[in-house]
């Protein structure tokens, strides 16, 4: 008597294997999508820093953590740097956890501005220093020399009594008529007039509100 072997049909394997790659197509997916989101949280960490230190020096005209009036500001529970406020420099290391130094105080500031979520409890550094989307923690540093990039910028028309600093290149005449020429001349003698005038360094550099919005000037 013969005996009969029973298995799987090539049907059957095939569609196993299927569903086997569909598993592990989503499940691939979804990791993809996960790392993506922490990418973007990690990103974002550092994205709203500038945003932070906009937002506090538009409304209180200082920088987080170098404010010399953040007790009048954020009230009695807020605590001011050392002799260093005012300086317009946020002093100490990115990953301070000394309570005296303004890159540590920089979070109590803008939390307490309610610029940013988080505890304004400096004795508790475990639940004060923030952390990333994977537990690490960041921080701000601002200070000494670098590079500025600018976005958005604005260019306006001002007086003869502001402030300029630098000085433009040779510029042709817009025209050859006679009328063009000499309007061409006085504007050349007012900006030299201008740039003798003018201060050696920058003084007119705040951050200022206007009815466009906020702008560098």
């Given at each position: 008597m013969r005996s009969q072997?029973?298995?799987f049909t090539l049907v059957e394997i095939a569609i196993v294997l299927v569903i086997i790659g569909l598993l592990l197509g989503g499940i691939l997916k979804?990791?993809?999508?996960i790392n993506s989101a922490k990418v973007k949280n990690l990103a974002n960490d550092f994205r709203v820093i500038p945003t932070y230190i906009y937002a506090y020096q538009d409304k209180f005209k200082s920088l987080p953590g170098d404010d010399p009036q953040v007790v009048?500001?954020?009230?009695n529970t807020a605590t001011q740097a050392g002799a260093s406020a005012g300086n317009s420099v946020i002093n100490g290391a990115w990953d301070s956890s000394n309570a005296a130094d303004e890159s540590f105080l920089f979070w109590q500031h803008v939390r307490m501005a309610n610029l940013a979520a988080g505890s304004t409890n400096p004795a508790v550094p475990a639940e004060y220093?923030?952390?990333?989307?994977?537990?690490f923690s960041f921080g701000v540093l601002l200070f000494g020399q670098g590079q500025v990039w600018l976005d958005d910028v604005a260019v306006e028309r001002v007086t003869r009594d502001v402030p300029l600093t630098g000085r433009l290149g040779h510029m042709e005449?817009?025209?050859t008529s006679r009328e063009e020429l000499r309007a061409e001349g006085l504007r050349r003698r007012q900006q030299d007039d201008s740039y003798r005038l003018a201060p050696l360094q920058p003084?007119?550099?705040s951050f200022?509100?206007?009815a466009q919005g906020a702008r560098w000037r």
């Amino acid at each position: 008597m013969r005996s009969q072997q029973s298995g799987f049909t090539l049907v059957e394997i095939a569609i196993v294997l299927v569903i086997i790659g569909l598993l592990l197509g989503g499940i691939l997916k979804g990791q993809e999508l996960i790392n993506s989101a922490k990418v973007k949280n990690l990103a974002n960490d550092f994205r709203v820093i500038p945003t932070y230190i906009y937002a506090y020096q538009d409304k209180f005209k200082s920088l987080p953590g170098d404010d010399p009036q953040v007790v009048a500001h954020l009230g009695n529970t807020a605590t001011q740097a050392g002799a260093s406020a005012g300086n317009s420099v946020i002093n100490g290391a990115w990953d301070s956890s000394n309570a005296a130094d303004e890159s540590f105080l920089f979070w109590q500031h803008v939390r307490m501005a309610n610029l940013a979520a988080g505890s304004t409890n400096p004795a508790v550094p475990a639940e004060y220093q923030p952390r990333n989307a994977v537990g690490f923690s960041f921080g701000v540093l601002l200070f000494g020399q670098g590079q500025v990039w600018l976005d958005d910028v604005a260019v306006e028309r001002v007086t003869r009594d502001v402030p300029l600093t630098g000085r433009l290149g040779h510029m042709e005449a817009v025209g050859t008529s006679r009328e063009e020429l000499r309007a061409e001349g006085l504007r050349r003698r007012q900006q030299d007039d201008s740039y003798r005038l003018a201060p050696l360094q920058p003084v007119n550099l705040s951050f200022t509100e206007s009815a466009q919005g906020a702008r560098w000037r």
